[in-house]
């Protein structure tokens, strides 16, 4: 019997693809593992949404991500439960922590994407913030015992940047989340048809073209966003360009309202130009949302057919795939059924049955 500490400091879908991703596996370890202890620890405001068992113990470690108190107090933290093993499912374990961990790498973003547009703060702090990002991510790739990567296309980006990681690399697919049972409508005023898009607005996310292509297309585009950090640059620019009227952005739902999104949209769109995985596009497929989406290495890996391509840089291209959904009923019948055939492949029971494969691999 191992003791096990999983690091659930981001949990929940209000934290995007991590927080689905560890909400996920501590739900399903709870289910597969009845041998190991395990220690969650989490930030105050999630404590009494994280399921407890006999064998699973739920630390408080309210210390935010990417903070100088993570690299020292989290460590006094972690060190006291004695653990022979720690799950970080991010790139962020603490420097000075002594003991064997591995961790989950989502995706490289902040290798591939950088430079003041990626950012919302000074220049000063942000180049102190990136140091800092490097140096964490290079101690964590180099003493993890194992690095797990949701998909090929993420282990190739991370050995291109990290090649003595190779060997350490375990491909996990994710999973997808059957969400609950819809509302009649949501609260918002929402104009139809409309295209949705769900996720974070950072600029790789690429949330512009779509709003440039939704002016071509003379359709509405509703945008669920449970992180706001560029919003308020993403509303300077539907200003700009005069689309208030045909866009609607909506803060962090539930998942219950999100499904009523899905349920009455015309497809999802998906115009990033770096992904992990691609959770919000199986999410839409599993909810009967036909996918358009860039046409970039990751999703194609996980979608195959099951979605519409273009080209993320095209405006026209895109304008072009939307209409199509729009206006073509047996395209949007076959990627409906192509959706629920490919999200079939993926399972969250899976995905926790091959990292609890990781740990023990780890803890001999």
């Known amino acids: 019997m191992a003791r096990i500490g999983i690091d659930a400091r981001l949990w929940g879908s209000k934290n995007t693809g991590i927080g689905r991703y560890t909400e996920e596996l501590v739900r399903n370890l709870q289910l597969l593992d009845k041998k190991n202890e395990y220690v969650v620890f989490c930030r105050k405001k999630d404590k009494q949404e994280i399921p407890r068992t006999h064998s699973w113990k739920i630390v408080e470690a309210d210390i935010p991500h990417y903070s100088f108190s993570e690299q020292l107090q989290l460590v006094q933290i972690l060190a006291r439960e004695n653990l022979d093993l720690l799950h970080v499912p991010h790139f962020n374990a603490p420097i000075l922590y002594p003991r064997r961990f591995i961790i989950t790498i989502h995706d490289i973003l902040w290798h591939s994407s950088k430079g003041l547009k990626a950012t919302n703060l000074p220049p000063p702090f ?62 918002h005023k929402i104009k139809k048809p409309y295209i949705l898009y769900v996720g974070n607005l950072y600029p790789h996310k690429n949330i512009e073209q779509a709003v440039k292509a939704i002016k071509i297309t003379n359709t509405h585009l509703v945008i669920v966003c449970a992180r706001n950090v560029f919003l308020e ?124 494969n990781v740990y023990e691999k780890a803890l001999r």
């Open 233 to 356: 640059r993403l509303e300077k620019f539907i200003k700009k360009e005069k689309l208030e009227e045909w866009v609607t952005t909506v803060g962090f739902v539930s998942d219950q309202k999100l499904k009523t999104f899905y349920a009455n949209a015309k497809g999802f769109i998906f115009p990033t130009l770096s992904e992990g995985f691609g959770l919000p596009g199986l999410e839409a497929m599993a909810n009967n949302c036909p996918v358009i989406c860039s046409k970039i290495p990751v999703l194609k890996e996980v979608y195959k057919d099951a979605a519409l391509y273009f080209d993320p840089k095209d405006t026209k291209d895109i304008a072009e795939k939307i209409q199509k959904v729009l206006t073509n009923q047996k395209l949007r019948n076959t990627l409906i059924k192509k959706g629920r055939q490919q999200v079939a492949k993926y399972s969250w029971r899976k995905m926790a049955k091959e990292t609890l």
């Open 126 to 187: 942000y180049l102190m913030k990136y140091a800092a990002y490097k140096l964490v991510v290079r101690n964590a790739v180099s003493r993890a015992k194992a690095i797990i990567v949701p998909s090929h296309a993420t282990a190739k980006d991370v050995t291109k940047y990290f090649s003595k990681a190779k060997n350490k690399l375990v491909v996990t697919y994710e999973g997808v989340t059957f969400l609950v049972k819809s509302q009649p409508q949501p609260k």
